[in-house]
C-alpha cells in the first residue's frame, strides 16, 4: 500500500523534493505539501484506492505523513467493509 501510496504522492502531491528521499514517517508538509496539494492529493488517492475520503478525515493530520495516510485509508477501508 505505501508503495502505491508514494507513487501517487509524486504524481499528485506537488511536492519539491523527492518522495524517495522522505521516509515514511517524515512530515509532508514540512517538505513542502501545500493544502491545495493536499486536495488534488485526497482526490488522487481516492479514485486509486477506490474510496471516498469521509468529511471528518479532510484534516492536514490525515495527510502529514505517508503512513499517517495508510492509516486513514486502512480506516477507511475497514469502514467501508463493516
Given amino acids: 500500500m505505501k508503495s502505491k501510496i508514494r ?5 499528485h502531491g506537488r511536492l519539491p523534493v523527492d518522495i524517495a528521499t522522505l521516509s515514511d514517517s517524515d512530515d509532508l508538509h514540512a517538505a513542502g505539501l501545500t493544502s491545495f496539494a493536499s486536495v488534488e492529493l485526497m482526490m488522487a488517492l481516492e479514485e486509486a484506492f477506490d474510496i471516498e475520503y469521509p468529511n471528518q ?3 492536514r493530520r490525515h495527510f502529514s505523513s505517508v503512513t499517517a495516510i495508510e492509516n486513514a485509508l486502512m480506516k477507511i477501508r475497514q469502514d467501508m467493509a463493516a
Fill in 57 to 59: 478525515m479532510m484534516n
Fill in 7 to 11: 507513487e501517487v504522492l509524486s504524481k
